[in-house]
Antibody, heavy 125, light 110 residues
Framework: QITLKESGPTLVKPTQTLTLTCTFS??????????VGWIRQPPGKALEWLAL???????RYSPSLKSRLTITKDTSKNQVVLTMTNMDPVDTATYYC?????????????????WGQGTMVTVSS | QSALTQPASVSGSPGQSITISCTGT?????????VSWYQQHPGKAPKLMIY???NRPSGVSNRFSGSKSGNTASLTISGLQAEDEADYYC??????????FGTGTKVTVL
């Protein structure tokens, strides 16, 4: 059974750096064709894809946020970490991590089949 | 990249069928069969309903179906039930090797 859980601060100040951790179980991020992504959702608004890290350490970022995001993995700890610099009140949102298969001709590629419960982050001074 | 375009809201009576559209470009929806659909109830995490344009994950009702024509993907819910009232989002792989979500559609069961 695959599970994911996000953790991190609930409140950050403007200009600070946000660090979120996704701790997962039921799969290994060293297995070919596996990926973990981050998605956020401001209150009352739509989902927004942020980043995706592949089993082979390939990384993809949202073009509009690429300069502010870094995604890394610690395979031994079953964790994926997302950092976002220069936080602003508009970054207030629920942040989700999710499991995905990745790769050409792999069924379900780039679809997030299992999601964490999400963690709410408020940016305010 | 711009968000995929969905209607803000769609409604239907119990038992009816509704269709939600998801319009992109030849660089995303039109260029790849990696379109997925998610259902989100208030306060809950999204749930994958359709992947690879038209495939249902195990456990998802066969009342949900997906299709694609050109740059527009569609999600159809047949035999609408009260429990289907939720927000729905599409997503697609893009030519930039990134992902993009749709603007979201609120489904109301009358």
């Amino acid at each position: 059974q695959i599970t994911l859980k996000e953790s991190g601060p609930t409140l950050v100040k403007p200009t600070q750096t946000l660090t979120l951790t996704c701790t997962f179980s039921g799969f290994s991020l060293s297995t070919s064709g596996v990926g973990v992504g981050w998605i956020r959702q401001p209150p009352g608004k739509a989902l927004e894809w942020l980043a995706l890290i592949y089993w082979d350490d390939d990384k993809r970022y949202s073009p509009s946020l690429k300069s502010r995001l870094t995604i890394t993995k610690d395979t031994s700890k079953n964790q994926v970490v997302l950092t976002m610099t220069n936080m602003d009140p508009v970054d207030t949102a629920t942040y989700y991590c999710a499991h995905s298969r990745v790769g050409w001709a792999v069924a379900g590629s780039w679809a997030f089949d299992i999601w964490g419960q999400g963690t709410m982050v408020t940016v305010s001074s | 990249q711009s968000a995929l375009t969905q209607p803000a809201s769609v409604s239907g009576s119990p038992g009816q069928s509704i269709t939600i559209s998801c319009t992109g470009t030849s660089s995303d929806v039109g260029g790849y069969n990696y379109v997925s659909w998610y259902q989100q109830h208030p306060g809950k995490a999204p749930k994958l309903m359709i992947y690879d344009v038209s495939n249902r994950p195990s456990g998802v009702s066969n009342r949900f179906s997906g299709s694609k024509s050109g740059n527009t993907a569609s999600l159809t819910i047949s035999g609408l039930q009260a429990e289907d009232e939720a927000d729905y989002y599409c997503s697609s792989y893009t030519s930039s090797s990134t992902l993009v979500f749709g603007t979201g559609t609120k489904v109301t069961v009358l």
